[in-house]
């Protein structure tokens, strides 16, 4: 059975950080989520969550440099949001409520 399953967009990690000096742009890969067992899932989440703090570190970097790229900053923002999503989104596939 083939199953259609959507794909998660990941940055390079590396990027981000040079990005913050200008050194190369934001690049976004396409992944394909793996299988839905659970091992799969919590490897993703683990690797979500670093690039969660990674993005921390990043936007922390970029506001204490005056002047800072303003709509560089609201970039890794929006990516952040989107990690946070993504994490949210797994997490609840790992346990979801039955209370509903």
Do not use: W
């Amino acid at each position: 059975m083939h199953r259609n399953t959507p794909p998660i967009i990941t940055p390079t990690v590396n990027c981000y950080i040079h990005s913050i000096v200008g050194t190369c742009p934001i690049v976004i890969e396409v992944t394909p989520l793996p299988d839905s067992n659970a091992a799969a899932i919590e490897a993703r989440l683990i690797e979500l969550k670093q690039e969660h703090r990674d993005l921390d570190l990043a936007i922390a970097a970029l506001v204490g440099t005056l002047p800072h790229d303003e709509l560089r900053l609201k970039r890794l923002k929006k990516r952040k949001l989107l990690l946070k999503d993504q994490i949210a989104f797994l997490d609840s596939q790992l346990d979801p409520d039955i209370s509903a």
